[in-house]
């Protein structure tokens, strides 16, 4: 099963808003990050938060990391018609030795109104 | 300039043929990774290669292989034995803040 789960699975908001993406996932992790994809593209990065931080910031974007509960959320501030995408957390987890392997969740597709 | 690469951005193949995608980077990276995503859904991790003329498999390998001769380059075949080949396949490439992923194929099975 899927070790990441976003919530909401969509979410449309008017432009100026402000947007909030819930992630939860299963096990330990070395770190989490989030993605972002436009329709029939590849992933772009977005942010890195280690296990042992509990926010960080880039821009217009803020994400939290609350491990003891095993969930993180994204927040973009003042969104943008080009922000809308389908957003993706990923956890780290070490497999195979030591490569760390990304466990994706299902996304959030986030549309912006004009 | 630095990137990966993915050609084709589309494929169109008939029903139990098998099909390689490329995947090609010159950012001398070590690892690089072969996801599968469908509609609706995240990436499932399909191989791994850390190094040259190594690869693992990730959770979703049957029906696929990959080669690993060279750093830069990290082919997947999908054979007749996937048994759900129409997808969007990514690949990626490691760098210290996660995977810098490619533009992605489209592989459609008629």
Same mark, same amino acid.
């Given at each position: 099963?899927?070790?990441?789960? @976003?919530?909401?699975?969509?979410?449309?908001?008017?432009?100026?808003?402000?947007? !909030?993406?819930?992630? #939860?996932?299963?096990?330990? +992790?070395?770190?989490l990050?989030?993605?972002?994809?436009?329709?029939?593209?590849?992933?772009?990065?977005?942010?890195?938060i280690?296990?042992? @931080?509990?926010?960080?910031?880039?821009?217009?974007?803020?994400?939290t990391l609350d !491990?003891?509960?095993? #969930?993180s959320?994204?927040? +973009?501030?003042?969104?943008?018609?080009?922000?809308?995408?389908?957003?993706?957390?990923?956890?780290?987890?070490?497999?195979?030795?030591?490569?760390?392997?990304?466990?994706?969740?299902?996304?959030?597709?986030?549309?912006?109104?004009? | 300039?630095?990137?990966?690469?993915?050609?084709?951005?589309?494929?169109?193949?008939?029903?139990?043929?098998?099909?390689?995608?490329?995947?090609?980077?010159?950012?001398?990276?070590?690892?690089?990774?072969?996801?599968?995503?469908?509609?609706?859904?995240?990436?499932?991790?399909?191989?791994?290669?850390?190094?040259?003329?190594?690869?693992?498999?990730?959770?979703?390998?049957?029906?696929?292989?990959?080669?690993?001769?060279?750093?830069?380059?990290?082919?997947?075949?999908?054979?007749?034995?996937?048994?759900?080949?129409?997808?969007?396949?990514?690949?990626?490439?490691?760098?210290?803040?996660?995977?810098?992923?490619?533009?992605?194929?489209?592989?459609?099975?008629?």
């Amino acid at each position: 099963s899927q070790q990441g789960e @976003e919530d909401p699975q969509a979410l449309s908001i008017q432009e100026g808003e402000n947007a !909030t993406m819930n992630c #939860s996932y299963k096990t330990s +992790i070395n770190n989490l990050q989030w993605y972002r994809q436009n329709s029939g593209r590849g992933l772009v990065h977005l942010i890195l938060i280690r296990s042992n @931080e509990r926010e960080k910031h880039s821009g217009r974007l803020r994400v939290t990391l609350d !491990t003891s509960k095993k #969930s993180s959320s994204l927040l +973009i501030t003042a969104s943008r018609a080009a922000d809308t995408a389908s957003y993706f957390c990923a956890t780290a987890v070490v497999y195979g030795g030591a490569t760390n392997k990304l466990i994706f969740g299902t996304g959030t597709l986030l549309a912006v109104q004009p | 300039d630095g990137g990966i690469t993915q050609s084709p951005k589309y494929l169109f193949r008939k029903e139990g043929q098998n099909v390689t995608l490329s995947c090609e980077q010159n950012l001398n990276h070590d690892a690089m990774y072969w996801y599968r995503q469908d509609p609706g859904q995240g990436l499932r991790l399909i191989y791994y290669s850390q190094i040259v003329n190594d690869f693992q498999k990730g959770d979703i390998a049957e029906g696929y292989s990959v080669s690993r001769e060279k750093k830069e380059s990290f082919p997947l075949t999908v054979t007749s034995a996937q048994k759900n080949p129409t997808a969007f396949y990514l690949c990626a490439s490691s760098t210290p803040q996660g995977p810098l992923f490619g533009p992605g194929t489209r592989l459609t099975v008629l």
